[in-house]
């Protein structure tokens, strides 16, 4: 059973928010089974990271006793889980802004454009830090171009853009091939 408790009827330092709710906690149960597993797993760590030792035997006892309010100090550091929408949404801009460069780089009139247009410039780290985080997963792991981003704060475009690149990557789409851009689409995709 879950159950789900008004935040401020209860300080409870490790109790889990529930996924796009601030106000209200979240209680996780365990079965038995789940339990043991976490604890055989602090068992090793206590064994093999003996720095941290005293955090996971604090670990190993919340488990042994069942002491449910505490499970939260389990999950500590562990992030929300990013929708999957929002990681396409990631992918599909990053190809874009790939596809826009290379179109560029191989067009012969360049008019009216210039590299820094069809520069990737990231998300917002305040209003759209899960596709930010997961953007520099990607640029970190190589899963991008090198020019992809390349110029920007570490991706951080400090400033809202996502409704800039839905209503690009609906114009982007809506070319007569999205893989070969002709001057006119990236005119056309960058609203220029």
Same mark, same amino acid.
């Given at each position: 059973?879950? =159950?789900?408790?008004?935040?401020k009827l209860?300080?409870?330092?490790?109790?889990?928010?529930?996924?796009?709710?601030?106000?209200? =906690?979240?209680?996780?149960?365990?079965?038995?089974?789940?339990?043991?597993?976490?604890?055989? &797993?602090?068992?090793?760590?206590?064994?093999? /990271? @003996?720095?941290?030792?005293?955090?996971?035997?604090? $670990? &190993?006892e919340i488990?042994?006793?069942?002491?449910?309010?505490?499970?939260?100090?389990?999950?500590?550091?562990?992030?929300?889980?990013?929708? =999957?929408?929002?990681?396409?949404?990631?992918?599909?801009?990053?190809?874009?802004?790939?596809?826009?460069?290379?179109?560029?780089?191989?067009?012969?009139?360049?008019?009216?454009?210039?590299?820094?247009?069809?520069?990737?410039?990231?998300?917002?780290?305040?209003?759209?830090?899960?596709? $930010?985080?997961?953007?520099?997963?990607?640029?970190?792991? /190589? &899963?991008?171009?090198?020019?992809?981003g390349a110029?920007?704060?570490?991706?951080?475009?400090?400033?809202?853009?996502?409704?800039?690149? @839905?209503?690009?990557?609906?114009?982007?789409?809506?070319?007569? /091939?999205?893989?070969?851009?002709? @001057?006119?689409?990236?005119?056309?995709?960058?609203? =220029?």
């Amino acid at each position: 059973m879950t =159950l789900y408790i008004p935040r401020k009827l209860i300080p409870c330092r490790w109790a889990l928010r529930e996924p796009g709710r601030r106000d209200t =906690l979240l209680f996780v149960t365990l079965t038995k089974p789940e339990r043991l597993n976490l604890l055989n &797993q602090y068992r090793i760590l206590e064994k093999v /990271d @003996r720095e941290n030792a005293p955090q996971y035997q604090r $670990l &190993q006892e919340i488990l042994t006793n069942g002491y449910s309010r505490e499970y939260g100090e389990l999950y500590e550091g562990i992030d929300d889980e990013i929708p =999957l929408a929002d990681c396409e949404e990631v992918c599909a801009v990053v190809t874009m802004y790939h596809l826009l460069h290379h179109s560029y780089e191989n067009s012969r009139d360049k008019s009216g454009l210039t590299p820094a247009d069809v520069e990737f410039s990231g998300f917002d780290g305040n209003a759209e830090a899960d596709h $930010l985080a997961y953007a520099r997963f990607l640029k970190e792991r /190589d &899963q991008w171009e090198e020019h992809v981003g390349a110029g920007t704060d570490e991706l951080n475009s400090h400033c809202s853009r996502l409704p800039m690149y @839905r209503a690009m990557l609906i114009r982007w789409k809506d070319s007569e /091939d999205p893989y070969d851009l002709s @001057r006119e689409d990236i005119l056309r995709i960058l609203d =220029l």
